[in-house]
């Protein structure tokens, strides 16, 4: 009883502070009530729901996506696999051990598309309604969509390579505040151990940025997917199982990765990490995410050619897409 009164006045404090106009953050520039840091005021989230997020790092919302969105996300997808439309800038990619097997060509050989912000299909499930109005009390009123990702996991080969190693986001990307990127994952179908769901660290979201590097599996690892270097597996840990629909919201910090997937199907998850409107760039030179700069650069230059001149900051500029406010994100320099 003591505990859930405590919730209901915190309940009441958080509201009233609200309707006097809270004090705006000197690292974001965005309204934040007193002992909160890392979402923004905003009434869509209940007061156990903020402290869930601000305690955890992540917030699970369950039937958030409606089934005919996802099934026209699946339908777009084979369609994509099938070369019956083609994306500007879609990034396609095939796990290293079945990219060069006698799988049939299309939707079995592709286990991940990437940068489908060209697409307006895909790019619906980063305007839908029921994901931006959660979005916004992470990062605020001004939303950009700066990564997509359509996740087609494959039943593993037998040499685990279905495996997404346990890393954190933030990692891959050149732009600040952390606290004001959030991303949007939602399960298209039943998603559980057996066939490969998410796993969390609870509150690492609290930490630093950890160095990075490729596991050294037998039998290797797909492109890019680095993991933290000397990850303990002794931290306590959650699976998110999910439904079809539901979806969970998780800050960048936040240590994560997926076990293999031991079905006999592909698992399926679509996914957006959107970025504060007006985030800024920073130089990431000799820094440890200087690995995945340099890498990232190496790939565009064999697609373009070896004379672009591009840099890291240009590509996720590229990458990005204004969803809700203002846009300066994909103007600005770095700081």
């Known amino acids: 009883m003591a505990e859930r009164l405590k919730a209901v006045i915190g309940h009441l404090n958080y509201n009233l502070q609200n309707e006097k106009q809270n004090p705006v953050s000197a690292v974001s520039e965005l309204p934040v009530t007193s002992g909160f840091k890392y979402t923004v005021d905003n009434r869509k989230l209940t007061f156990q729901q903020r402290q869930f997020y601000e305690d955890n790092g992540f917030l699970v919302i369950k039937k958030l996506v409606p089934s005919d969105k996802l099934q026209k996300y699946r339908d777009r997808f084979a369609e994509i696999c099938r070369r019956d439309v083609v994306v500007?800038?879609?990034?396609?990619?095939?796990?290293?051990?079945?990219?060069?097997?006698?799988?049939?060509?299309?939707?079995?050989?592709?286990?991940?598309?990437?940068?489908?912000?060209?697409?307006?299909?895909?790019?619906?499930?980063?305007?839908?309604?029921?994901?931006?109005?959660?979005?916004?009390?992470?990062?605020?009123?001004?939303?950009?969509?700066?990564?997509?990702?359509?996740?087609?996991?494959?039943?593993?080969?037998?040499?685990?390579?279905?495996?997404?190693?346990?890393?954190?986001?933030?990692?891959?990307?050149?732009?600040?505040?952390?606290?004001?990127?959030?991303?949007?994952?939602?399960?298209?179908?039943?998603?559980?151990?057996?066939?490969?769901?998410?796993?969390?660290v609870p509150s690492t979201h609290k930490g630093q940025l950890l160095v990075h590097e490729y596991p050294k599996w037998e039998g290797g690892v797909n492109k890019m997917y680095h993991g933290i270097q000397n990850y303990s597996p002794s931290q306590h840990r959650v699976h998110l199982e999910m439904e079809e629909g539901d979806t969970v919201f998780f800050h960048p910090l936040l240590i994560h990765g997926s076990g293999a997937n031991r079905s006999k199907g592909f698992r399926k998850s679509i996914s957006c990490h959107f970025v504060w409107g007006k985030a800024h760039y920073i130089d990431i030179a000799d820094t440890e995410q200087q690995f995945i700069a340099d890498e990232v650069l190496e790939l565009v230059q064999k697609r373009l050619g070896p004379d672009i001149n591009i840099t890291f900051h240009d590509i996720w500029k590229y990458k990005s897409r204004k969803v809700r406010g203002e846009d300066q994100f994909t103007k600005n320099a770095y700081k």
């Open 88 to 200: 500007p800038g879609l990034t396609v990619m095939r796990d290293i051990a079945i990219k060069n097997s006698e799988f049939v060509p299309g939707e079995q050989a592709v286990t991940k598309i990437q940068d489908f912000q060209n697409d307006d299909v895909l790019f619906e499930y980063c305007t839908l309604p029921e994901i931006i109005d959660y979005v916004e009390c992470f990062t605020g009123p001004d939303i950009v969509a700066a990564h997509t990702m359509l996740i087609n996991k494959p039943p593993d080969s037998g040499k685990l390579t279905s495996r997404h190693p346990m890393h954190q986001d933030l990692h891959y990307f050149p732009f600040r505040p952390a606290d004001r990127i959030v991303c949007s994952w939602t399960a298209m179908q039943t998603i559980n151990r057996e066939n490969g769901c998410l796993v969390v």
